[in-house]
Each structure stands twice: as structure tokens, then as C-alpha cells.
């Protein structure tokens, strides 16, 4: 008989929505699992990859399943706050202003190529990704609980942009980074294309909602009651500050940092449906929860390590609690 699981709802949303998603994305598990991973964490996601890897359709197809309510915005040099938040109009028939509502009051926002924003605009999404709410005129509005902000930005298009500030990319839970598909993904891609798959008709493709509210709520009940052991917590505590004492980083993983891996991992857990919290999850999570919050040192970006080798080797130094 097979093992029963403890987090059977997480497991059993992970399982449905890696499967309908892959009716319109070939392969890119890892990165359909992270994405899921923030959204029952309550997390924003930051996805980092150069264009035409499946970004915007990725949060398209993820809102569909989870049957969320999604709206994109693609930042310019020119986009205002109140082309984000909204504004008061005045109605000429009731004599009285009244709120028009911008793009954020949904559930899932893409913000395409959020670098290319100014730093006023990009600003405007702060209180709504820390706080879930936004202040239009001095008036607090409420925005939805399961306000999702995805992010994309290209790595190697650096003209004409506006690089995050570091107070806002802590905002982002993980920072994924979109890879090429391998080369038996690529030509299974094409061969959906050939076939006549149309990445504007998603429900002809398959996608369709898998999930409930009510479930959504039960899967993150579920991630909640993940046991975590002392020795486990020393163990992301023992990580963080190998961080912040290493000799390649002049910034390392602040103590939200630190609360971001737990949450993640734990997650991840259950999506795995465990019932504890391992070692395996807090290094697989390590690497998006912290990549866009470590800084190195210019002498070690000039030799060519990225934050995630200096991930690996804080892992590799630091010992795994039994």
C-alpha cells in the first residue's frame, strides 16, 4: 500500500497544476514548483530571463489554473504611478470624484520588464507588496489577499533601464531565473507550434482551473503545520550568517532573508507532502530566496561567480544537522 501522505492537498495542487500547465509549457518543472511555491507562501515572484522563455504565459496559464484573476502592465520610461494605482475622476453627472481603479486591484499582477519603470513608479508597488494596500490621495484602498506581484526583467539588456534598488528587490520572496528549455524541450515546443498551439487560446489548449479557494486555503493550513526541528532552524540560521561572514559577499542574508528560506521551504515541504521540514529543502530553496539579496564583492563579479556559486559554496561549508 502507498505511504499516505501528510500534506495531501498541497501535493495533489502541485501534482494538477504541473500537469495542466504543461499543456501549454514543456518542461521548466523547477520553475512552475517555485512559482507555486511563493504563491501559497504568500511571496512575490521576481523572474529574470531574456525574452521569448515563456514568462508572461507562464503567469497567464498559473492564474488560470489556480482560477485567479490576472492583469499585465508593461513599464515604460513613461508610466506614471496612477497608471498603476489609479485615480480620482470627476463625475460630471453625480458632481462627486470617484475612484477609477489601475491594474494592481487584481489577483495575479505581471509587471513586464519592471526595470524599464522609473524608480517613482516602480516605488508605487511597494506598499501593495508589503503591506496589501495601496494609498491613492491620502485614502487607504484594500487590495485582494492573494495580490501576487510577478516581476520580469531581462539580464542582458541594461540601456534604458532602471536597476531595482535593493530595499525593493527584498520585496520579491524568490528570484527565479527563466532558463532555455533543453534541446528534447525545444523541439517537443515546436512541434506544438507545428500542430497549430496558440499561446492566446490557453482553454483550447488544456488549461483550465484545478483548484478552489477553499483548497488554496486548506494547502497553505497544511504548509503552516510543516514541523520545523530546532536543529533544522539552526541550520538556516548557521547559513545566514556564514553569508554575512564570508570573504566574497560585502552583503550577506539579512534575517528576512532568513524568515523568506523557512517559509519557502517549508512550502516546498508540503508540496512534496512532507510533514517536516528536511535539510533537501532549505538548499533548494536557498538559492531563489537568496540570490537577489546577496551582494559580492566587484573583484568576485569580475572573476565571473554569480550569487548562486556563492550559494553552493555557503552550503558546501556549513554542516547538514542529522
Partial sequence: MAEERFAAKAYELATKVQETIGNAIVGQKRLIQECLVAILAGGHVLLEGVPGTAKTLLVRALAIALGKEFRRVQMTPDLMPSDILGTYVFDMETRQFHLRRGPIFTQFLLADEINRAPAKTQSALLEGMQEKQVTIDGTSHPLDPDFTVFATQNPVEFEGTYPLPEAQLDRFMLKVVVDYPAPEEER??????????????LAEAGVRPVTTPEELAQ??????????????????????????????????????????????????????????????????????????????RPEVEIEGQTPDDIIRTVIASVPVPR
Fill in 188 to 201: 517537443e515546443l515546436l512541434r506544438r507550434y507545428d500542430q497549430g498551439f496558440d499561446a492566446n487560446r
Fill in 219 to 296: 494547502c497553505r493550513e497544511e504548509t503552516a503545520r510543516v514541523e520545523v526541528s530546532d536543529a533544522v532552524l539552526g541550520y538556516i540560521s548557521n547559513l545566514a550568517r556564514a553569508t554575512r561572514e564570508s570573504p566574497l559577499l560585502t552583503l550577506g542574508a539579512s534575517p528576512r532573508a532568513a524568515v523568506m528560506l523557512l517559509l519557502a521551504a517549508k512550502t516546498l515541504a508540503a508540496l512534496r507532502g512532507k510533514d517536516y521540514l528536511g535539510p533537501d529543502e532549505v538548499q533548494a530553496m536557498a538559492p531563489p530566496a537568496w540570490r537577489h539579496r546577496l551582494i559580492l
